[in-house]
């Protein structure tokens, strides 16, 4: 059982950047970045390749989020640039070891999951 640890969330205003870190117990062909808001559906924002470094960004927040990873530290990060308080949310480490295509990005394809971090956006 791969753990996950995320570590990097914070309070901010808006206009401000963060780098969200992920700490992996084992090696994960994709892993990926989620976030769910109060009353909201988790969603997938960025995924990446463990071994070839390919990226996903989905559209929604393409230009500001970025994934990427450090295969010797076994840890991935998140940088998430002009915070607005719509970004307002848990941020949760995620893992699959089954998907091809790491952009597939559901709660049921992603099988590894950390505990979260928080994120907290301020106008």
């Known amino acids: 059982q791969v753990q996950l640890v995320e570590s990097g969330g914070g309070s901010v205003q808006a206009g401000g950047s963060l780098r969200l870190s992920c700490a992996a117990s084992?090696?994960?062909?994709?892993m990926g970045w989620f976030r769910q808001a109060p009353g909201k559906e988790r969603e997938g924002v960025a995924a990446?390749?463990?071994?070839?470094?390919?990226?996903y960004v989905p559209d929604s927040v393409k230009g500001r989020f970025a994934v990427s990873r450090d295969n010797a530290k076994n840890t991935i990060y998140l940088e998430i640039n002009s915070l607005n308080p719509e970004d307002t949310a848990m941020y949760y480490c995620?893992?699959?070891?089954?998907?091809?295509?790491?952009?597939?990005?559901?709660?049921?394809?992603?099988?590894?999951w950390g505990q979260g971090t928080q994120v907290t956006v301020s106008s």
């Open positions: 995620a893992g699959s070891s089954r998907l091809t295509y790491c952009g597939t990005m559901t709660t049921e394809r992603y099988t590894y």
């Open positions: 990446i390749y463990a071994s070839s470094g390919a990226t």
């Open positions: 084992g090696n994960i062909g994709c």
